[in-house]
């Protein structure tokens, strides 16, 4: 199965719009707790979200970080899969840009749409067409988490030449490869399937590399949702990458 381009649109605009709503719920409680704002940073992006993929897309299922699974999705042909606000932690401390919104849709074989906002940045990537990648620089960058890099990134970036870069949000380091902020994102300390679906949709539509860290295929709308690692990387750099990590 394949998105139509009212799919694609559709995931685009309700990205966008729901970054501009967080953006909103900022300003409002710029004064408040981190914790009040991280919660109705959640609680309102996830009904904007839903509601919207409720009028648009009724007999479609819905995969979100801030909703109960029922597990009907593992029947259903197509299913989105939203994260309302990727870097929870970002977003609570004002002024950090590094968090997004991803809304992704799966479909029978795999992901079909993509799209991530950085709000802050103004911009949304997403698929089908996204802009080639600029020429490399002469020291590669691999964007890891600030919180969590994991032990693989220092040996992957001795590989390459290359010199690490820290990042809040998975959304915010997939998309510093996809413009060529960087160009290899590395994780292995696990994530959720909201957590990466957006991001790896709209990378391989770039034309990048994206895998498990073993190389086998990065896989959605699975049972269990846990996705225990990933790379996404430009091509040029995927083989001395997986001959670092493959054994890992």
């Not at 997004?100 to 479909?107: Q, S």
């Not at 990134?153 to 990042?167: I, K, Y």
Request: glycine fraction near 8%.
């Amino acid at each position: 199965m394949t998105a139509s381009p009212d799919d694609h649109r559709l995931a685009r605009r309700l990205a966008t719009e729901a970054g501009a709503l967080l953006r909103e719920v900022r300003r409002e409680l710029a004064d408040a707790t981190v914790p009040a704002r991280k919660d109705a940073g959640d609680r309102r992006s996830q009904e904007f979200l839903a509601a919207e993929l409720g009028r648009h897309r009724p007999g479609d299922a819905v995969l979100s970080e801030e909703a109960l699974d029922d597990h009907a999705r593992l029947s259903a042909d197509r299913v989105w899969i939203i994260d309302p606000l990727d870097g929870t932690r970002e977003f609570g401390e004002l002024g950090r840009p590094d968090w997004a919104v991803h809304v992704a849709l799966w479909a029978r074989g795999g992901l079909v749409a993509g799209a991530v906002a950085l709000p802050e940045h103004g911009i949304t990537f997403a698929t089908p067409d996204l802009p080639p990648l600029p020429p490399p620089p002469a020291e590669p960058r691999v964007v890891v988490s600030r919180s969590r890099p994991p032990a693989i990134a220092s040996p992957v970036a001795e590989a390459v030449g290359g010199r690490l870069v820290r990042m809040g949000s998975a959304g915010a380091k997939a998309m510093a490869v996809v413009s060529g902020d960087a160009e290899i994102y590395v994780h292995a300390g696990g994530q959720y399937e909201w957590d990466s679906a957006a991001p790896v949709a709209v990378a391989m539509a770039a034309g990048l590399h994206a895998s498990r860290i073993d190389g086998s295929p990065l896989r959605y709308n699975q049972p269990d949702l846990w996705v225990p690692d990933l790379i996404i990387c430009r091509p040029e750099y995927a083989a001395k990458v997986l001959a670092v990590t493959a054994g890992n």
